[in-house]
């Protein structure tokens, strides 16, 4: 059984004893067994761990974990220290550079987690080589759950939607008291279309102290 060990245990106890999520974890052995899998099990759950769902202040929805090895460690675009930062994540740290001034000097981003940026991939898992490759295996089950739960929420959430795939769980998130704010992915390929410009850092932080929440440091 997971064991996060704060109060997402409670939170998301009935989806992770779902029929889905067994036959989830009955393929993940399966996978973890015959491929290289990413991250590594012990880190699939990092994100929550880091954020417990009180903290949460922003939540940044990626896709799947990176498929390269050394990379993935349970936080959307975030790698290990020490890593080269992918090119997604150097046009992040692009963005916060010309919105906020800040040069990111990590492409370790748990310092975020740790002040309240839940880094939540929709697909935990990733066989090597292969994105999107757990995709539809039940882990969805999962996270739109997590969205679920943060949207229920009376404190206010700044929602990151960056890119067609996270701007779809646009749905899951109703409560008023939310704010979303919606870009194309920073990938090089998208990342001219609307995400350059978007000043989504600072846009969080307005909406935060304007609500008496501290803001985010976005230094990593």
Same mark, same amino acid.
């Given at each position: 059984?997971?064991?996060?060990?704060?109060?997402?245990?409670?939170?998301?106890?009935?989806?992770?004893?779902?029929?889905?999520?067994?036959?989830?974890?009955?393929?993940?052995?399966?996978?973890?067994?015959?491929?290289?899998?990413?991250?590594?099990?012990?880190?699939?759950?990092?994100?929550?761990?880091?954020?417990?769902? /009180? $903290? %949460?202040?922003? +939540?940044?929805? @990626?896709?799947?974990?990176? #498929?390269?090895?050394?990379?993935?460690?349970?936080?959307?675009?975030?790698?290990?220290?020490?890593?080269?930062?992918?090119?997604?994540?150097?046009?992040?740290?692009?963005?916060?550079?010309?919105?906020?001034?800040?040069?990111?000097?990590?492409?370790?981003?748990?310092?975020?987690?740790?002040?309240?940026?839940?880094?939540? /991939? $929709? %697909?935990?898992? +990733?066989?090597? @080589?292969?994105?999107?490759? #757990?995709?539809?295996?039940?882990?969805?089950?999962?996270?739109?759950?997590?969205?679920?739960?943060?949207?229920?929420?009376?404190?206010?959430?700044?929602?990151?939607?960056?890119?067609?795939?996270?701007?779809?769980?646009?749905?899951?998130?109703?409560?008023?008291?939310?704010?979303?704010?919606?870009?194309?992915?920073?990938?090089?390929?998208?990342?001219?279309?609307?995400?350059?410009?978007?000043?989504?850092?600072?846009?969080?932080?307005?909406?935060?102290?304007?609500?008496?929440?501290?803001?985010?440091?976005?230094?990593?």
């Amino acid at each position: 059984m997971v064991y996060i060990g704060n109060s997402w245990d409670e939170l998301l106890k009935d989806v992770l004893s779902s029929k889905t999520y067994l036959e989830l974890r009955e393929f993940l052995k399966s996978e973890y067994s015959k491929y290289k899998i990413y991250p590594d099990m012990h880190d699939i759950f990092n994100a929550l761990k880091a954020t417990d769902y /009180n $903290a %949460v202040k922003a +939540v940044i929805i @990626g896709q799947d974990p990176y #498929h390269g090895p050394g990379q993935a460690h349970g936080f959307c675009f975030s790698v290990k220290e020490g890593v080269p930062a992918p090119p997604s994540l150097s046009n992040i740290f692009k963005e916060i550079k010309d919105d906020l001034g800040i040069e990111c000097a990590s492409p370790c981003l748990q310092k975020w987690a740790e002040r309240g940026v839940l880094l939540l /991939n $929709a %697909v935990l898992t +990733v066989r090597e @080589g292969l994105a999107n490759s #757990h995709r539809g295996r039940g882990w969805e089950s999962v996270t739109d759950c997590v969205i679920t739960k943060l949207n229920e929420r009376e404190t206010p959430v700044v929602f990151l939607l960056w890119g067609s795939f996270a701007r779809a769980k646009k749905e899951l998130i109703t409560n008023p008291k939310h704010l979303i704010l919606e870009a194309a992915h920073p990938s090089p390929l998208s990342a001219h279309n609307s995400f350059f410009g978007s000043r989504h850092f600072s846009k969080a932080n307005k909406f935060l102290s304007e609500r008496g929440i501290e803001p985010i440091d976005w230094s990593t």
